[in-house]
């Protein structure tokens, strides 16, 4: 089982596999760069991108992360350097198969079922996508976000892009636990919160306690999964 | 439809509430051909159950007829007489799949309550407070049951509703606190309260091969019931010095169980009965523990208590000394239904075990506020009440 915090480089800062891999993970990527370069062509220069991270994993180990130095994005880097934005952790577990899980989440779209404060997420492709809040009266909240890190059934990574209404990067990893009988989803986000309206809107999303709030998204997510159904105790709009 | 409701502390009332409806594809409406009234309802119509609120259909042992199916539940039919168990659960979480059906993760929609509280929730329940999801329940003519394609148990034409009804909480309960006795051939089980739930646990634990039963109460009719029916013998403790009394009928050993079959609202006749009456009557304290507190006392060395008495707060003046010292297992929770209910349907049907014999009082749903208060305060040798919602009582 690999470790569950490799989400959380700033506190791990960790070798995480063995000289043997590393190597393996290094040819590989140099195999692939030097055939997608050789192809001369946008899918060739893309598959030689891809490899990108595969590469980096070899150098060092990890595969690359949000806020460890490689963003090029300085915007974000600035807005959520350090102690700057708030950080958000949390995980559950879920009696499916990793790849079930992974799926529905990379599925972006599927994310506003289990995120109340999401009105919709569309895929805009090429690892784009546009992300909608629930303002008051009507009112969105909206950014358009890309993924920067993507490894099947381990990890997704994004970031926000500029022009939005609110700054934010983070990462979901996917591990197998128990033995491989169950999966554990881990979330590690930070968000910039802006000022003004967006800024009101996002902080009534989250409350005071932004944990809580993507504890109960990702129970909700557990229980679509796992139960089929969200448990209601009384017709939706009863709750006062 | 008419149900019972919670009003406040010893205020319940039958009023016309909306009839329930299919909100998930798993859920089905059941027509409620009979229900009970629990002893732990008489924990929420005393007022030590937060969470509740005005106007909370009460109740969570219940049967009937499925008259509505939702979509993905594969399993129920329309026409099926079916027992519900009290707990909900999904079937599919790690703690279901584990037999941990009382622990499910899935069922609660309040579970955040329940977590402030106590770490985790467990599943969710009928009738019991919003903390433990506010589902309404089944002391009325209709009930919702989500996940009803893995809660609610078809029971066969041959026997009658009263022979079933118990199905759904506390002859499992009352099951479950024996088999987590462990019990050998041979032992001695000694068990505080002789309400239903202690009839119960006596009659298992002689089907599971206690040698001996020793039952302690104080309302004569439910000694006699335990001593008459369930075969036990019986200790009044207000008659008797109960941790002498087993001492000595154990030759000096104890009982290597001891059932809790009492919970929080202990009466005693000790110093710390009364210390615990004054305490909680202040609300400085939120159980009376004296039953538990002698049980631990009075098990045997490496012995087991076990707990189907509900708990809800925090213990004062708790003995995990004395546990400690002579290395007991505690085992405790809400009862894991889905796992017992088949097997002990199966008991009925062969004869071992025919529960309709606690029934006491044979009531309508009108009666309900008067049969709280009777059976609370064990009134008119009340031990268990039944209603039929048809109004044919």
């Known amino acids: ?240 | 439809m008419r149900a019972v409701c919670y009003h406040g502390k010893e205020d319940v009332r039958v009023e016309t509430v909306p009839d329930p409806k299919i909100l998930n594809p798993r859920d089905a409406i059941v027509k409620i051909t009979a229900t009970a009234i629990c002893g732990s309802d008489l924990h929420i119509y005393d007022g030590y159950i937060p969470t509740m609120q005005k106007g909370d259909v009460l109740g969570h042992e219940f049967m009937g007829e499925v008259v509505e199916v939702g979509r993905d539940n594969n399993k129920l039919r329309v026409g099926d007489r079916v027992v519900v168990p009290f707990t909900i659960a999904c079937g599919n979480c790690f703690f279901c799949k584990e037999q941990l059906w009382s622990l499910c993760d899935n069922s609660n929609p309040n579970a955040w309550m329940l977590e402030k509280i106590t770490g985790f929730s467990g599943s969710a329940l009928f009738g019991y407070s919003h903390m433990y999801g506010g589902y309404p329940g089944g002391q009325a003519e209709y009930a919702r049951v989500p996940f009803s394609d893995v809660g609610p148990l078809r029971v066969p034409s041959s026997l009658s509703d009263e022979q079933v009804l118990f199905l759904s909480d506390i002859l499992p309960t009352g099951y479950m606190a024996a088999d987590n006795c462990q019990i050998k051939p041979g032992d001695t089980v000694a068990i505080w309260g002789c309400g239903p739930v202690g009839q119960f646990a006596i009659q298992s634990a002689f089907l599971l091969g206690a040698e001996r039963v020793i039952a302690i109460d104080r309302f004569p009719e439910r000694l006699a019931m335990a001593e008459g029916h369930s075969r036990a013998e019986v200790l009044n403790y207000s008659d008797v010095d109960v941790a002498e009394a087993l001492r000595t009928m154990t030759g000096g050993q104890g009982p290597d169980a001891c059932i809790d079959a009492v919970g929080m609202e202990a009466h005693g006749t000790t110093l710390d009965a009364w210390y615990d009456l004054a305490k909680t009557s202040m609300y400085m304290a939120t159980d009376r523990t004296h039953a538990l507190r002698q049980a631990i006392g009075c098990c045997r060395k490496g012995g087991t208590v076990s707990i189907p008495g509900v708990y809800g707060g925090l213990l004062d003046k708790f003995p995990l000394g004395a546990a400690f010292a002579k290395g007991l297992t505690l085992k405790m929770g809400q009862t894991h239904m889905h796992k017992y209910m088949p097997g002990l349907l199966d008991r009925i049907e062969r004869g071992e075990i025919d529960p309709s014999f606690i029934i006491t009082h044979r009531v309508t749903l009108d009666d309900a506020p008067n049969m709280y208060r009777v059976f609370r305060d064990k009134r008119d040798a009340c031990i268990k009440v039944v209603m039929k919602p048809d109004g044919r009582a």
């Open chain 1, 1 to 240: 089982m690999r470790n569950l915090h490799t989400t959380v480089p700033e506190i791990t800062h960790r070798t995480s596999i063995d000289a043997l891999e590393r190597v393996a993970a290094l040819t590989t990527a140099t195999a692939v760069v030097a055939y997608g370069l050789s192809r001369r062509n946008l899918p060739g220069v893309c598959l030689a991108a891809a490899a990108t991270p595969l590469a980096y994993r070899g150098l060092s180990g990890e595969w690359p992360r949000v806020r460890n130095g490689n963003s090029t994005r300085t915007g974000i880097r600035t807005a959520l350097a350090g102690n700057r934005g708030i950080h958000v952790r949390e995980s559950v577990r879920l009696e499916k198969p990793i790849d079930e899980v992974y799926r529905f989440w990379r599925n972006l779209e599927n994310l506003p079922q289990f995120m109340n404060y999401l009105d919709a997420v569309i895929d805009l492709g090429k690892g784009r996508s546009r992300w909608i809040a629930k303002g008051p009266a009507g009112t969105h909240v909206k950014w358009d976000a890309e993924i920067i890190n993507e490894v099947e059934n381990q990890v997704i990574g994004w970031q926000s892009l500029p022009g939005g209404d609110i700054t934010t990067a983070g990462s979901v990893n996917f591990d197998t636990v128990r033995n491989g009988r169950s999966t554990q989803l881990s979330v590690h986000f930070q968000y910039a919160p802006p000022a003004g309206r967006a800024g009101s809107i996002i902080a009534k999303a989250f409350g005071r306690e932004p944990s809580q709030t993507v504890r109960e998204d990702l129970r909700r997510l557990k229980q679509l999964l796992e139960a089929g159904e969200f448990p209601h105790a009384k017709p939706r709009g009863w709750e006062l």
